[in-house]
């Protein structure tokens, strides 16, 4: 690689970015025209949503309880299934 720089960073620090000075008067023509032209946004014209309810505190609580209960019997089940596959395996 004779006559080229191998290192990225030296590549990108190197390059430099000089601005198209013949585009600027053209987008300073299109962008009244483009205002002109383009309609208002259409907004939807619906009614505000509800704010549900949360619910009760105490319900929550319950379906908690009903979780960890549930949780706990298939811990013990699986337990209890191993054992028995100890027991008939002569463990």
């Not at 962008?31 to 105490?58: C, K, N």
């Not at 979780?67 to 054992?83: K, N, S």
């Amino acid at each position: 690689m004779s006559g080229t720089d191998s290192s990225h960073d030296a590549s990108v620090i190197s390059q430099t970015h000089t601005p198209d000075t013949g585009l600027q008067p053209e987008q300073d023509v299109v962008g009244p025209e483009a205002h002109a032209v383009m309609a208002d946004p259409v907004l939807p014209v619906t009614a505000a949503p509800v704010p549900s309810a949360p619910p009760p505190p105490e319900g929550v609580a319950v379906k908690e309880v009903f979780q960890m209960v549930g949780a706990m019997v298939f811990v013990f089940c699986f337990a209890a299934l191993g054992f028995n596959a100890m027991y008939h395996a002569g463990y």
